[in-house]
Each structure stands twice: as structure tokens, then as C-alpha cells.
């Protein structure tokens, strides 16, 4: 009798992941919001905005959130305060 083998998928870090976000909302209407991120080979966390629109149009920053440590990258993520990012956007479209 063969035994199979429970694998699990491990994720690669430097294969980026998107993680949802508060919506952004503007004054006739809501864009979704994600943020994607990756660790570079030297071990530094890189992440990108996402902007979703009603219409389904997606835009992207490029890589603009850094962190030395995951937990740096976070603090960097809470930092970007609703008006920069709704800049961020608004240069975007």
C-alpha cells in the first residue's frame, strides 16, 4: 500500500500577494483598493497600490512601499495616510 503525501502549497515570498484594503472613497464614488507585495532576494519587502474602479479599471503605482522587515513594510503600509492615497489615485487616472 502506497502512502500519498499531504503536501501544502508554499508560498513563494517573492511571488507577490494582494491584500485587500479599505475602499477608497471619493465624492461620487468608491474604488477598491489592494495592495500588492513581494520580498526582493535581499530580503526587503516591496508593495505596490491597486486601484479598482466601478467601471473595472484597474490602475497600479509602481513598487512605492519598502520595508527592511515585514513588520517595517506594515507600519510603512499604515502610514500612507487617505489623502496621499487618494492622490496617489487621482494621478493615476
Not at 2 to 9: D, F, I, V, W
Not at 20 to 41: C, F, G, K, Y
Not at 45 to 70: C, H, K, M, N, P
Amino acid at each position: 500500500m502506497t502512502a500519498q503525501l499531504n503536501r501544502s502549497t508554499i508560498h513563494d515570498p517573492r511571488e507577490p500577494v494582494l491584500h485587500d484594503l479599505s475602499p477608497l472613497r471619493l465624492a461620487d464614488r468608491q474604488v477598491t483598493l489592494q495592495l500588492s507585495m513581494r520580498r526582493s532576494e535581499d530580503g526587503v519587502w516591496w508593495g505596490r497600490l491597486r486601484f479598482i474602479d466601478d467601471g473595472g479599471r484597474e490602475y497600479e503605482t509602481a513598487e512605492i512601499v519598502r520595508g527592511a522587515s515585514e513588520e517595517e513594510f506594515w507600519q510603512a503600509v499604515r502610514g500612507l495616510s487617505e489623502h496621499h492615497v487618494r492622490a496617489l489615485y487621482l494621478s493615476l487616472v
